[in-house]
């Protein structure tokens, strides 16, 4: 770490919170090493680099919840066979520099102050860092901070972490939500990576809407009861249950930005949508992992479970994770249908890039319980699980996949990148998976140089998007 950044105004002590420690304990600097050791044989196709975005407090600082810690960007270059180096760096934010995105005595909101530290990814030539309440930030291959990017100052809200990138045209749909008016605006990038359309999408209020999905022709928004509540600042991140809220999912054709459908749903909580595709019947489905009520009260509050006497007998039996579920949403009848795909725990669900909006057979997820982590893969045509099982000791990240180059490839010809970190933050690897064979032997395990602490999202970044 460079000298001269001073400390973001977060508690100093030497206690350790859960989100502090173990496999989720932060690294104290930054390094780089070369020639990494691999067990089995990479395929030669994998020429790139995988990144991937997590909190990383600075040494000293205790963050009072684990979203809100600096981001900071692992990364690992694959070339020829080798892995020819592994990085970490703290993007350099203004918010890693100790200044604030509200000025106490203004009131006014800068969003180019952030901590960018859920998703890292790629479109237009930039690789964006990103965290949903600001800008994103630009970074260079070799993960040098660039700075925050506005769009040539057309953006004025936040970007949300989970933009999509449509595979046909190239753009990039995104949106920014936040605890002021306008709460939530749809937002395109052109395949050139310019920003050609704002509008606002009405919701009733300040809603923490953290993912979104496309399909060809729709967005499609997750208007769900966690809201912003000043109260709860002081705990870290200032969102909480309100069932009094609703919950609805709303399809916007993209034909007509702003003008949104809304269909009410059963109450729960989606941070993470699978992919969304408009049927031959111009129906909208959408795959999503599901936290029903007592599981969002369960994970959200750290444990504490429903309140009130009356979930009581219902929370007893929560557990904190969420489901794969699939909604299938008719804008000619205004009816939906909610099913559960699986009752497996999972998140951050994924799927190959060039089906993003469009039909999919299979999707990719991190299935972990308090004894148990493991990398799953779906078949939502024709139902079934396969795991690839990572034992008691060892923690799965976020799937990425990685299509193979045959021509007229299947659907699942390809590989999964994942990082896995020992639970004692020991040591870490970047498994290459099979993902026609995931419950098989990982066709790659590259040994990182450090224990990498559990993040949050990732890419593949192929030299042919950098023009390598």
Known sequence: MSKGYRQASVMTTTAQPAHL?????????????????????????LSGRYFRNGPNPLPGQVTPHWFVGHGML?????????????????????????EQMIDPETGVVD???????????????RIMALVESSFPYLVTPELETIGACDFDGRLTTAMTAHPKVDPVTGELHFFGYGFMPPFVTYHRL?????????????????????????????AVFLDLPLTFQLELLERGMPYGWDPAYGARIGIMPLATPGEVTWFDVEPGYVFHVGNAHTDAQGRVVLDGARYAPDDVRVMWEGGSGPTDAAGAAAGAAATGFARLHRWVLDPATGRVSETALDDRPVEFPTVDDDRVGRAARYRYAVSQTPGRSAIVKFDADHG???????????????????????????????????????????????????????AGAPVAAITLPRGVPAGFHGSWIDDADLGE
């Not at 692992?74 to 890693?96: F, I, Q």
């Not at 050139?192 to 999905?213: C, N, R, Y």
């Open 384 to 438: 079934g699980v396969t795991a690839h099982e990572l034992g008691t000791d060892t923690v799965g990240g976020e799937a990425v996949f990685v299509p193979s180059s045959a021509p007229d490839r299947a659907e699942d010809d390809g590989w999964l990148l994942t990082i896995t970190t020992r639970r004692d933050a020991s040591a870490s690897q970047l498994l290459v998976l099979d993902a026609t064979d995931v």
């Open 190 to 218: 052109d395949a050139k990576g310019q920003l050609v359309t704002s509008a606002e999408i009405e919701v009733p209020g300040p809603t923490m809407m953290h993912d979104f999905a496309i399909t060809d022709r729709h």
């Open 21 to 45: 420690s173990g496999h989720l304990a932060p690294v104290p600097d930054e390094i780089t090493a070369f020639d990494l050791p691999i067990e089995g044989a990479l395929p030669p196709e």
């Open 111 to 125: 969003r180019s102050v952030g901590v960018a530290n859920t998703h890292v990814l790629p479109h237009a030539g």
């Open 74 to 98: 692992h990364g690992v270059r694959l070339r020829d066979g080798r892995a020819e180096w592994y990085r970490n760096r703290w993007v350099r934010t203004k918010s890693l520099a100790g």
